[in-house]
């Protein structure tokens, strides 16, 4: 049987959405937090370890039909997220 990589958001971390509509990702264990726009918040909420990432970007491009997402966009933060460790890999 064949396991397919997911992602989903560190239990470490939280996505927020403030009063006057911005959008951060906060760690819950020494308070750093990152201002991110509505198509990364949107992301990392559908980051559930059971959608694939083919699956949520689907999802993005139905509700951003305007914002294209670039392989190296998507790359650079995904990256990213793993450095941090804001997200963290899931085996299905």
Do not use: V
């Amino acid at each position: 049987m064949k396991s397919t990589i997911t992602l989903k958001l560190s239990e470490k971390w939280d996505i927020l959405e403030d009063f006057d509509g911005n959008y951060y990702i906060l760690n819950l264990e020494n308070g750093d937090y990152y201002e991110i726009d509505s198509m990364k918040f949107k992301f990392l909420s559908l980051l559930d370890g059971k959608r694939t990432l083919e699956e949520i970007i689907n999802i993005i491009a139905q509700n951003f039909p305007k914002n294209k997402i670039s392989d190296k966009n998507l790359g650079d933060f995904l990256e990213e997220g793993l450095i941090k460790g804001f997200l963290k890999k899931c085996f299905i």
